[in-house]
């Protein structure tokens, strides 16, 4: 069973820094594309940051450029997400995911085949 677990959330203030993980189980990520999306409360999923398997490219949403930065370990078969100078308004469900059959990034949700359970951020002012 596929599997993608989320690590490294919690309560910062705002200006800290969190380093989110993504490790997968039963699937090689070097050959997805992934993503990591986010969700506050009272607000729908929103994308983050997306990056190719193929080329490393990489998509930011307007909000975190800047200031995140998603990376890949293949040895260790794990997806980062580095987010500094964090703000409350960054207080969100955090959730990583994989897409196969695609060349580049994708920022859309709904085309991602797996993801995980999600992790909590919290930035207080």
């Known amino acids: 069973q596929v599997q993608l677990v989320e690590s490294g959330g919690g309560l910062v203030q705002a200006g800290g820094s969190l380093r989110l993980s993504c490790t997968a189980s039963?699937?090689?990520?070097?050959?997805?594309?992934m993503g990591w999306f986010r969700r506050a409360p009272g607000k729908g999923r929103e994308v983050v940051t997306a990056?190719?398997?193929?080329?490393?490219?990489?998509y930011y949403a307007d909000s975190v450029k800047g200031r995140f930065t998603i990376s890949r370990d293949n040895a260790k078969n794990t997806v980062y997400l580095q987010m500094n100078s964090l703000k409350p308004e960054d207080t969100a469900v955090y959730y990583c995911a994989a897409r196969s059959s695609t060349w580049g990034w994708d920022a859309t949700s709904t085309r991602y085949d797996y993801w995980g359970q999600g992790t909590q951020v919290t930035v207080s002012s």
């Open positions: 990056l190719s398997w193929r080329d490393s490219s990489t």
């Open positions: 039963r699937l090689t990520l070097s050959t997805y594309a």
